[in-house]
Structures are given as structure tokens and as C-alpha cells.
């Protein structure tokens, strides 16, 4: 005789999953630079807060390094990477001084910034760079990149978060002709050196209203036939 067993009806609970926060190996701790090429100056500038989140990590940081006498590189973005490609720009400068007998150029170290950034382009640096100077012929230079190392020269850049506040203002006050229009244009701005400071602190003050990862300070270096000097200027702290 043959038993039929019935097909049993409790349902079996679903395991449960616990949704657990992806890892990154990057974080942003924002802040905002600004760059103004002259015909004979170059000023750079960025604040000094560094954040991660809606928390302020410190107030006085500097997002500013000078990496030669005539070549000052501005970075926002992930400040442990920073910190590793400014080393890594150190060491390779230092290398070039031994071979050569003579510090880098601007441009010549603008090249070396684009090709460091374009080795890592499959594991990149989390850093956005405005690197500004003097070139060879004593010309104010501004170049601006991408985390790849696609850059270009010109007059003024911005990078950070606070860059979609401030580029609408140096485009208003210092929009530069096209470099697809032949004769080539000089990409110098036709401000003074002290209004091109002004126009600086004048853009981080506004930038400071509304961006909440540039605050405290602006830290402003300015470079000229007669040397480096430094600026700085207390921004809102809330």
C-alpha cells in the first residue's frame, strides 16, 4: 500500500541581509583653488579647511605647494593622494636638478604633472591641480587639469568645490580669447597684480557664503621677477 505525503505549507523565512556601506579608497576633503596669470606675476591661491563629510578635520591646512622657485602647485581633492603625487613631484624634480644643474621650468613641470597623472589613470590620483608660475620668459602661466592629466594653459582656473562659484566670476571679469582663434592671443589677464589680488579675495569671500568645504582662511602666493610672497585672509568659520 502506497502513502501520499502532503506537500508541506509553512513558509521558510528569507535569510536577511545586512546592507553594509560600500568601501571607497578615495574621500573628498574639498576646498577651493583659484590661479590669475599676469604678464609679469602669477597668483595662486586655495583655503585652508579640510573636511570629510559635514565635519571640518582642521582649519589652517595649507592646499599650497611651492615645488620650485618659479612653480607653485595648488590641489583639491583627496589629501592623502595629494600629499603622495607632491612627494612624488619632489623626487622627481630633485632627480632633474642633479641631472641638469638647474631647477624645472613651469612648463616643463607642467609636462611632468600631466605625465604623472596619466600614469596612474587606471588607478588615479584623487586630485585636481591648478599649477601656476612664471615661464621662461618671465610670463605669468595658469594650467589646469583633469585627475588623468589632460591640461591647458590660460589665463585664470579654478579647481575644487567651490570652482562653480567662482568661474563665473573670472569668466565675467577676465574671459580671454578662444586658443582655437589664429593669431594666437597671449593667455595673460590685463589686471595689475593688486587687482588681481583683490579680485581673489573678493571671489573667496563669496565662495566662503555658500560652499561649506571653503572656509576659515585664504592663503594667497603671489610670484614675480622679485620672489615669492605670501598672503592670508581670514573667511567665515561657520
Not at 570629510?52 to 620650485?68: A, D, E, M, P, V
Not at 591641480?129 to 621662461?136: A, E, K, P, S, Y
Not at 595673460?188 to 571653503?214: G, H, M, Q
Request: include cysteine; glycine fraction near 6%.
Amino acid at each position: 500500500m502506497s502513502m501520499v505525503f502532503a506537500p508541506c505549507l509553512t513558509e521558510t523565512a528569507a535569510p536577511t541581509t545586512h546592507a553594509e556601506p560600500a568601501w571607497s579608497p578615495y574621500d573628498n576633503n574639498g576646498g577651493t583653488c583659484v590661479a590669475i596669470a599676469g604678464e609679469d606675476y602669477c597668483v595662486i591661491a586655495a583655503d585652508t579647511r579640510m573636511s570629510t563629510g559635514f565635519s571640518i578635520l582642521t582649519r589652517n591646512y595649507s592646499k599650497i605647494h611651492q615645488i620650485t622657485e618659479k612653480s607653485v602647485l595648488a590641489s583639491s581633492g583627496f589629501q592623502a593622494d595629494i600629499r603622495a603625487l607632491q612627494k612624488n613631484l619632489d623626487a622627481r624634480h630633485q632627480i632633474y636638478q642633479h641631472q641638469h644643474n638647474k631647477q624645472m621650468s613651469c612648463p616643463a613641470m607642467a609636462q611632468l604633472l600631466s605625465n604623472t597623472l596619466y600614469y596612474k589613470r587606471f588607478f588615479p590620483y584623487y586630485a585636481f591641480n591648478v599649477l601656476g608660475g612664471l615661464d621662461n620668459e618671465g610670463r605669468g602661466c595658469v594650467y589646469s587639469y583633469d585627475a588623468v592629466g589632460s591640461y591647458e594653459r590660460s589665463g585664470y582656473s579654478s579647481q575644487g568645490t567651490g570652482m562653480q562659484l567662482i568661474m563665473p566670476v573670472l569668466d565675467n571679469q577676465l574671459k580671454s580669447a578662444s586658443p582655437l582663434v589664429l593669431p594666437l592671443q597671449k593667455s595673460t589677464t590685463p589686471l595689475s597684480e593688486f587687482e588681481a589680488v583683490d579680485l581673489v579675495k573678493d571671489t573667496f569671500a563669496s565662495a566662503a557664503e555658500r560652499d561649506i568645504y571653503t572656509g576659515d582662511a585664504v592663503e594667497i602666493v603671489i610670484i614675480n621677477r622679485e620672489g615669492v610672497r605670501r598672503e592670508l585672509m581670514d573667511l567665515k568659520r561657520d
